[in-house]
């Protein structure tokens, strides 16, 4: 790498890494903007927002393709503990005081109707291989055998494990307004693992690889967005999101500080 800085160019396979970078953030902000402009048009009433039909996908509304990996739908999917959609009972769900609070107001969920999309949905979210339980004992792990020396990637680490316990929490408050169990499955009736925590231990490929995880959350919140019943429910996801692009940006900060 050095006879490239010596003649001032950037060697083709790490231009390559830089622009699929570039090109995943620009695809996820346009993604969110949509998602975006369509709460927006619900809210001012171009929308029945009592009986509301899911998004449309990307692909429907504007022709962008959609996210590499939107969230699972088997043929074969888990049974949830959630009444059958027949019942059109909605519900003012109550704001309950959070265990981890990470003093960030998020969106409360209104006119619930229980629904087994959004239980599947959710859960993939809070105990899919890559989602926010897996994400918080990486974190936790990453922590606790980081040596000392590393206080700013210690401080980062426990900063975005606050935001990450929080998020875990409120999904799992969502599975049960929904009509769901918060048990340790992703929704596709697969048993969380510990096999799904990461344990690198070099600073850069743990920072490399909490940027990819967070930006791989990021993509299935957009996508459970788009397939949500409820409109608070997406409003919620993407509150979720901007949170997790922040801890992207200090990750990415700390990054460039390494090299």
Same mark, same amino acid.
Request: net charge negative.
């Given at each position: 790498?050095?006879?490239?800085?010596?003649?001032?160019?950037?060697?083709?396979?790490?231009?390559?890494?830089?622009?699929?970078?570039?090109?995943?953030?620009?695809?996820?902000?346009?993604?969110?903007?949509?998602?975006?402009?369509?709460?927006?048009?619900?809210?001012?009433?171009?929308?029945?927002?009592?009986?509301?039909?899911?998004?449309?996908?990307?692909?429907? *509304?504007?022709?962008?393709?959609?996210?590499?990996?939107?969230?699972?739908?088997?043929?074969?999917?888990?049974?949830?503990?959630?009444?059958?959609?027949?019942?059109?009972?909605?519900?003012?769900?109550?704001?309950?005081? /959070?265990?981890?609070?990470?003093?960030?107001?998020?969106?409360?969920?209104?006119?619930?109707?229980?629904?087994?999309?959004?239980?599947?949905?959710?859960?993939?979210?809070?105990?899919?291989?890559?989602?926010?339980?897996?994400?918080?004992?990486?974190?936790?792990?990453?922590?606790?055998?980081?040596?000392?020396?590393?206080?700013?990637?210690?401080?980062?680490?426990?900063?975005?494990?606050?935001?990450?316990?929080?998020?875990?929490?409120?999904?799992? *408050?969502?599975?049960?307004?929904?009509?769901?169990?918060?048990?340790?499955?992703?929704?596709?009736?697969?048993?969380?693992?510990?096999?799904?925590?990461?344990?690198?231990?070099?600073?850069?490929?743990?920072?490399? *690889?909490?940027?990819? /995880?967070?930006?791989?959350?990021?993509?299935?919140? /957009?996508?459970?967005?788009?397939?949500?019943?409820?409109?608070?429910?997406?409003? /919620?996801?993407?509150?979720?999101?901007?949170?997790?692009?922040?801890?992207?940006?200090?990750?990415?900060?700390?990054?460039?500080?390494?090299?």
């Amino acid at each position: 790498m050095e006879i490239f800085k010596k003649i001032g160019t950037t060697p083709t396979c790490r231009k390559e890494t830089i622009e699929r970078k570039e090109k995943l953030g620009n695809s996820v902000s346009l993604e969110q903007k949509i998602l975006e402009r369509k709460i927006k048009e619900a809210k001012d009433g171009l929308r029945n927002p009592q009986g509301e039909k899911p998004f449309q996908t990307l692909e429907e *509304d504007t022709g962008v393709p959609q996210a590499e990996n939107p969230v699972q739908q088997p043929e074969t999917r888990e049974k949830e503990q959630a009444p059958e959609s027949g019942n059109k009972e909605t519900s003012e769900v109550e704001t309950k005081d /959070l265990i981890f609070s990470n003093n960030v107001s998020y969106p409360s969920l209104r006119n619930v109707t229980p629904n087994k999309g959004d239980v599947r949905n959710l859960k993939a979210l809070a105990f899919g291989r890559g989602g926010e339980f897996s994400t918080i004992l990486t974190y936790i792990y990453q922590f606790y055998t980081l040596p000392n020396s590393e206080k700013n990637l210690k401080a980062a680490l426990k900063e975005a494990l606050g935001n990450e316990m929080t998020h875990y929490e409120i999904l799992n *408050d969502a599975i049960v307004s929904f009509g769901g169990n918060p048990t340790l499955t992703d929704g596709q009736g697969n048993v969380w693992t510990g096999r799904n925590v990461n344990q690198e231990n070099n600073p850069k490929k743990i920072l490399l *690889d909490n940027i990819s /995880l967070e930006q791989g959350l990021i993509k299935q919140y /957009l996508a459970a967005a788009r397939e949500a019943s409820n409109l608070s429910l997406a409003e /919620l996801f993407l509150k979720i999101i901007e949170e997790k692009q922040k801890d992207i940006e200090l990750f990415q900060q700390i990054y460039n500080s390494l090299e």
